[in-house]
């Protein structure tokens, strides 16, 4: 038989087992139910609440701390209710006094102030990229939240425009941040030109992307850097000034220089002007060499009795005296031709290299030509005919390949006729020279067949 009062270890055990009952039933109960969940959240923050009421009736001193506290809160909610409300009354006076000024003014005033605000607004937009207000006047005032119009706001924007008016025709020097080619920004001295342009150290100057810092062009014209480094050094009275606002100054600075001209005929311009120089040097070192000769010619001309292997005079003539037992004319004759045209090689040495360098250099710019348009039209079909910059490239190709040809071609004309007309000017002084001591031979082995040639030739001429 089981005992009605359970002894003290039992009673323990069964209340041990009851709570991990219930902490294992209630959790998952709880997952199954949000219900549940809320409600027993909420039992236990009422729970928790009664628990704190129960301390604080228990504690009075507790209690009447926080009585202070929430009094003390009450009274700064009333002192900024108080605070709000005053400033509520001074809004709604300040509206009431601008809505009987605004009626004061009447609806013409008011479309005046309205056109006031406008015109400010887009005076300030485009004095952004204007160069007064760099170192000069301020910009004028915005009118945009003005609620009616007052005789300072007429004053401040009159006074905005004339000094504005005024910096069009100053020039003002200052120390301004400026960004250079590489990058870097430091303080340097600048020169403004009204509102015409601005400049440093004979660099053009333009607004640069941040607040108050310049930027220097790509690059300036050399005639324009020259004339503004003189005018900022005090050497100079004259400037540069562009009235289109820098356009043309900038376009100007665009303009490629001879160098940029040369390196836009790519590789065929390379190969034009270099066989061009290959030929000009070619024709100058004949040049000098057919200067050489002449000199030397001269010299045996002048001492036919002591020739010498330093010319070809002298050559030929030594080589017809080791003719001397030759008794037959025509043998003489012959052997002296071809002691001429010996010589003949290198006194015409390089002239047909400078001749078929001068027909091919136009041939070669024909071809530049031909690849630039080519260029061109690959452009035109990838991009359109939108933007001419594309197209810029294979036209500057075009046109300058052509360009090397002709000035590589016209030179070497004039230095192979050069070259042919001395050469044949040097032949001909040797063949003459040549043929006189032939007839000095022959005349000289038939001196009565000369003397008779000389009398029949008397007669005829007679």
Same mark, same amino acid.
Request: aromatic share 2%.
């Given at each position: 038989m089981i005992p009605l009062v359970m002894?003290?270890?039992?009673?323990?055990?069964?209340?041990?087992?009851? %709570?991990?009952?219930?902490?294992?039933?209630?959790?998952?109960?709880?997952?199954?139910?949000?219900?549940?969940?809320?409600? =027993?959240?909420?039992?236990?923050?009422?729970?928790? @609440?009664?628990?704190?009421?129960?301390?604080?009736?228990? @504690?009075?001193?507790?209690?009447?701390?926080?009585?202070?506290?929430?009094?003390?809160?009450?009274?700064?909610?009333?002192?900024?209710?108080? =605070?709000?409300?005053?400033?509520?009354?001074?809004?709604?006076?300040?509206?009431?006094?601008?809505?009987?000024?605004?009626?004061?003014?009447?609806? @013409?005033?008011?479309?005046?102030?309205?056109?006031l605000a406008r015109h400010s607004g887009e005076l300030r937009d485009a004095l952004a990229e204007s160069w007064v207000t760099v170192g000069g006047a301020a910009s004028p005032p915005r009118l945009d939240n003005a609620e009616v119009l007052r005789p300072e706001h007429l004053e401040t924007l009159g006074d905005a425009l004339m000094a504005l008016t005024a910096e069009t025709g100053r020039i003002r020097t200052f120390t301004a941040a400026v960004a250079g080619g590489d990058g870097e920004i430091a303080p340097r001295e600048v020169v403004r030109l009204g509102d015409l342009a601005a400049f440093s150290g004979g660099e053009l100057l333009e607004r640069g992307a941040e607040e108050g810092v310049l930027a220097t062009?790509?690059? %300036?014209?050399?005639?324009?850097?020259?004339?503004?480094?003189? #005018?900022?050094? &005090?050497? &100079?009275?004259?400037?540069?000034?562009d009235p289109t606002g820098g356009d043309v100054l900038a376009a100007l600075a665009q303009r490629p220089g001879l160098v940029e001209r040369f390196h836009q005929g790519g590789a065929v311009g390379y190969v034009v002007v270099g066989l061009g120089a290959f030929g000009l040097l070619v024709a100058l070192a004949q040049y000098a060499y057919l200067l050489r000769v002449s000199l030397a010619v001269r010299r045996q001309r002048q001492n036919v009795g002591d020739l010498r292997r330093d010319n070809p005079l002298g050559r030929v003539l030594l080589r017809f005296r080791a003719l001397s037992d030759e008794p037959v004319p025509e043998a003489l004759e012959a052997r002296l031709d071809e002691a001429v045209l010996a010589e003949m090689p290198r006194l015409e040495r390089g002239q047909?290299?400078?001749?078929?360098?001068?027909?091919?250099?136009?041939?070669?710019?024909?071809? &530049?030509? +031909?690849?630039?348009?080519?260029?061109? #039209?690959?452009?035109?079909? +990838? #991009?359109?005919?939108?933007?001419?910059?594309?197209?810029?490239?294979?036209?500057?190709?075009?046109?300058?390949?052509?360009?090397?040809?002709?000035?590589?071609?016209?030179?070497?004309? #004039?230095?192979?006729?050069?070259?042919? &007309?001395?050469?044949?000017?040097l032949i001909g002084v040797i063949e003459g020279q040549a043929s006189a001591a032939l007839a000095e031979r022959l005349e000289s082995q038939h001196p009565v067949a000369g003397i008779q040639g000389k009398t029949s030739h008397a007669a005829a001429l007679a």
């Open positions: 002894p003290g270890a039992r009673r323990l055990a069964v209340a041990a087992l009851a %709570t991990l009952l219930l902490a294992g039933v209630l959790p998952a109960a709880a997952q199954d139910d949000p219900l549940a969940t809320l409600r =027993a959240e909420r039992e236990a923050a009422e729970a928790r @609440d009664a628990e704190r009421l129960a301390g604080l009736v228990e @504690d009075r001193d507790a209690l009447a701390a926080a009585l202070e506290e929430a009094q003390a809160a009450h009274a700064q909610a009333e002192a900024r209710a108080a =605070a709000l409300e005053e400033r509520q009354d001074a809004l709604q006076a300040r509206e009431g006094a601008l809505v009987a000024r605004q009626a004061e003014q009447g609806e @013409d005033l008011s479309a005046v102030l309205d056109t062009l790509a690059r %300036t014209p050399g005639e324009a850097a020259t004339r503004l480094t003189a #005018f900022q050094a &005090g050497e &100079g009275e004259s400037v540069v000034l047909p290299l400078v001749k078929l360098l001068a027909a091919v250099s136009p041939l070669l710019g024909l071809l &530049g030509t +031909v690849t630039g348009m080519i260029v061109t #039209f690959q452009a035109i079909t +990838v #991009f359109g005919t939108g933007d001419p910059q594309l197209m810029a490239g294979g036209i500057s190709q075009a046109l300058v390949t052509t360009v090397l040809g002709l000035i590589t071609a016209v030179p070497l004309l #004039f230095a192979h006729t050069a070259l042919a &007309g001395r050469s044949r000017r």
